[in-house]
């Protein structure tokens, strides 16, 4: 079954970094659209990058455009999302996920399946 592993979250002040890393089973990774998603108590849960891992094309939502970058290191099956300007709205926990490449790009969000287990990312001074 397949496998997703999310790592790097943690606690950062208001305008810092982090990187979150997600390392992919083959099986997963196979799908060929990977994401990041993030979820507060009480709300649904959002998609905010995706990248299609074949060619690299990349997808954000407006709520982290120009913040977030998604990359990806295919031998090592793993997805990135540089976080930079962090602000507290982008408390939460973030999730890796996966979605079929279709040929309609990896913007679609409800596409996505297959969760990792997900990192805690705070922003607070």
């Known amino acids: 079954q397949g496998q997703l592993v999310e790592s790097g979250g943690g606690s950062v002040q208001p305008g810092g970094s982090l990187r979150l890393s997600c390392v992919a089973s083959e099986d997963i990774y196979r799908n060929r659209c990977m994401g990041w998603f993030r979820q507060t108590p009480g709300k649904e849960r959002e998609g905010i990058a995706g990248i299609m891992t074949l060619f690299g094309p990349t997808y954000y939502a407006d709520s982290v455009k120009g913040r977030f970058t998604i990359s990806r290191d295919n031998a090592k099956k793993t997805v990135y999302l540089q976080m930079n300007n962090l602000k507290p709205d982008d408390t939460a926990m973030y999730y890796c996920?996966?979605?079929?490449?279709?040929?309609?790009?990896?913007?679609?969000?409800?596409?996505?399946?297959?969760w990792g287990q997900g990192t805690q990312v705070t922003v607070s001074s």
């Open positions: 996920s996966a979605a079929k490449w279709d040929g309609n790009g990896c913007g679609n969000w409800l596409t996505y399946h297959s």
